[in-house]
């Protein structure tokens, strides 16, 4: 290549001749012998010379590059081997893995402090408002669901979104506590023991009530928009759109009406009381279905708080009734109530084994819950 054009070898030489005239540069192909000017084909990434090209004869071509010159060898010019590349894409993605880490360690910490003031609440209570009776797991339980309607609201409010979150299961649990609360408000035959059952059972029964309905008013009403109807799409059969829960709500009412103990005496309040105890168990269901719809199976870290906090409720009283349902007898002396009671929270244990599992990993990894999918209704 001449030195005398505008973009000559050397650099950006003056010439008087242009971008025309004989013997200069041109843009266009050059002639197949190569004389002449040099034209912008491809680069010869080749050794010869400190250009982009080799030396081809009469100017410089961006043609591919000569015997023995390859792109793999020439990486002077671009600031190194492929090993410098991939260093950078490797530091590049701890980079980025360090900071996911952080932010899920930042997340495992706030969910630690979450619990901890849970547990610490719980033994103060335990401490100073109960009479440290064995019934004060049942107070326990209500204190684990409180906790767990808390952390939804919280979720609800401070995203404002409703995703995630199944409107039919909060239906379901609103009339749970509102058949609890016309139940032992009246009589005493279902509370704890101790102390906890004067005045704190009951209070912590209607607070629950109180951020259930909440919830269910958010995802209705201001949140609507963000509500995932299509996912919570149980029961969704034969019945108007959002009326799913009717197929368990009814059927176990029916239940409760003929099979239901009687320590209070009263039919309707131990049937009331009966007709919550076997609805909790179900009321979880269109929640976990739910889980279930979703295609990514990401579970928000929160709304997974939400729903631990009410299994951990469950087992509490689980453990409770395992050495006191023999109390649960009907008006005729039988057992069946008792027995009734065991086997309904015994089946939604069971069907939160895998909620469980993989949300102690996410914990134990500051991960986010993902939960795998199956085809059969029921565990998740």
């Not at 401070?158 to 199944?166: F, I």
Request: hydrophobic content about 45%.
């Amino acid at each position: 290549m001449s030195s005398d054009g505008p973009y000559g070898r050397q650099g950006f030489n003056a010439n008087s001749g242009g971008y025309g005239g004989a013997g200069a540069q041109s843009y266009a192909a050059p002639p197949q012998g190569g004389a002449g000017g040099g034209g912008y084909a491809a680069p010869s990434y080749s050794s010869g010379g400190p250009s982009y090209g080799g030396a081809a004869a009469g100017g410089a071509s961006y043609a591919s590059s000569g015997p023995g010159a390859s792109y793999g060898s020439q990486y002077g010019s671009y600031g190194g081997t492929p090993d410098a590349y991939q260093g950078n894409e490797k530091s590049e993605d701890e980079k980025a893995k360090g900071g996911k880490k952080s932010i899920a360690l930042q997340a495992l910490n706030q969910n630690v402090l979450m619990w901890a003031g849970f547990i610490t609440v719980s033994l103060f209570i335990y401490k100073f408002l109960s009479g440290g009776d064995f019934s004060f797991l049942m107070t326990y339980g209500a204190l684990a669901r409180m906790f767990g309607f808390g952390i939804l609201n919280l979720k609800t409010f401070k995203s404002q979104r409703a995703t995630g979150v199944s409107i039919k299961t909060l239906q379901l649990y609103s009339l749970v506590f509102l058949f609890r609360l016309t139940s032992i408000i009246r009589h005493e035959g279902y509370l704890p023991y101790d102390k906890s059952g004067d005045w704190l059972y009951h209070f912590v029964e209607f607070m629950s009530l109180i951020f259930t309905a909440t919830a269910l008013w958010a995802c209705m009403m201001p949140y609507k928009h963000t509500y995932q109807a299509d996912l919570d799409s149980f029961g969704e059969m034969h019945v108007p759109p959002g009326y799913g829960a009717v197929y368990l709500a009814v059927p176990i009412m029916l239940v409760a009406v003929f099979i239901h103990p009687n320590l209070n005496a009263d039919f309707l309040s131990d049937t009331a009381w009966t007709y919550a105890m076997f609805l909790e168990s179900a009321a979880l269901i269109p929640q976990l279905f739910m889980f279930q719809k979703q295609s990514s199976g990401v579970v928000e870290l929160l709304t997974a708080h939400f729903v631990a906090a009410l299994g951990v409720g469950r087992v509490m009283e689980f453990f409770f009734w395992i050495y006191s349902y023999h109390e649960l007898a009907s008006a005729e002396g039988s057992k069946l109530p008792g027995y009734l009671a065991l086997f309904s929270q015994f089946m939604q244990l069971v069907l939160m084994l895998d909620f469980f599992w993989y949300y102690y990993l996410a914990v134990k990894n500051a991960t986010p819950l993902v939960l795998p999918s199956h085809n059969g209704m029921g565990i998740v």
